[in-house]
């Protein structure tokens, strides 16, 4: 009875002490004393290591002290440690859009792009037809400039997970758009190509939602596109006439919407 009494005050008082300095640490990270509320939140981990907001804080304290685009040892450390913790905060609270949200961009920002694919990957494999993760993954391969691995993801969510959201079909069309538009390495059977799927694309994406003014706004971009690819004048001036038509259709489309908004 005396071990078990002493145990138990042991773990109470270590509770305690958890608290008081759990509250000095986020005293000091308010105070935007960031080096030494670091310190105080890893000893309130090592006081107890069940305390998910103290992996948390001691997160966005090294996102604070980062240099976003520099190289130094200390920033490079800096958000290395800025990921172990958020990762570490999701182990005891997965689900976290907000600390998901913090630790992509923390990974986008120091081009950890295999790592941030290797995360939702995880994700994905738990919660196979989760959209929001293919399309996370596609628009992690389109920043890394992998427009092949992107448009197979973007490709997924919207043939395998959400075949009927709109907005999966739409956001195919955009990266096609995209990729004909700002690589002018292509050749033209390539750039036709990829704006037929991108104009395939947003089309469904209009057929499910017929107020879709932004995708109007991307096939009007594509036929514009389509002309710069056409040899005959007559076939580009036709092109940029379904351009036109498209365009006064998300215009149109788009005020309705701004005045049943008002």
Excluded at 20 to 48: C, F, P
Excluded at 88 to 115: C, N
Excluded at 150 to 174: Q, T
Aim: proline residues 3%; hydrophobic residues 35%; aromatic residues 12%.
């Amino acid at each position: 009875m005396l071990l078990v009494s002493f145990v138990a005050t042991t773990v109470s008082c270590q509770k305690l002490n958890a608290r008081i300095t759990m509250k000095s640490a986020n005293e000091l990270y308010r105070a935007e004393k960031y080096e030494e509320a670091i310190k105080k939140y890893e000893q309130v981990i090592a006081l107890d290591p069940w305390w998910a907001d103290a992996y948390r804080n001691a997160g966005l304290c090294y996102l604070a002290l980062y240099q976003p685009g520099s190289l130094h040892p200390k920033d490079i450390e800096y958000s290395t440690q800025a990921i172990i913790k958020l990762r570490r905060y999701l182990q005891f609270v997965p689900g976290d859009e907000r600390t998901e949200d913090l630790l992509m961009d923390t990974y986008m920002k120091t081009q950890r792009y295999d790592e941030a694919v290797a995360f939702y990957k995880e994700k994905l494999r738990k919660d196979p037809k989760n959209g929001k993760y293919f399309q996370t993954i596609g628009i992690i391969y389109a920043k890394a400039n992998n427009f092949e691995e992107a448009r197979k993801w973007f490709k997924a969510r919207a043939i395998e997970a959400e075949s009927k959201n709109p907005e999966a079909w739409y956001s195919l069309g955009v990266l096609c758009w995209e990729r004909a538009f700002k690589n002018q390495e292509l050749t033209v059977d390539e750039r036709r190509s990829l704006i037929d799927e991108g104009m395939q694309a947003l089309q469904k994406a209009v057929a499910m939602r017929p107020d879709y003014f932004e995708a109007y706004s991307y096939i009007n971009l594509l036929w514009r596109q389509k002309a710069l690819t056409e040899t005959d004048p007559e076939q580009a001036q036709k092109d940029l006439q379904e351009a036109d038509v498209n365009q006064k259709k998300a215009l149109q489309l788009r005020n309705e919407q701004m005045k049943k908004g008002a």
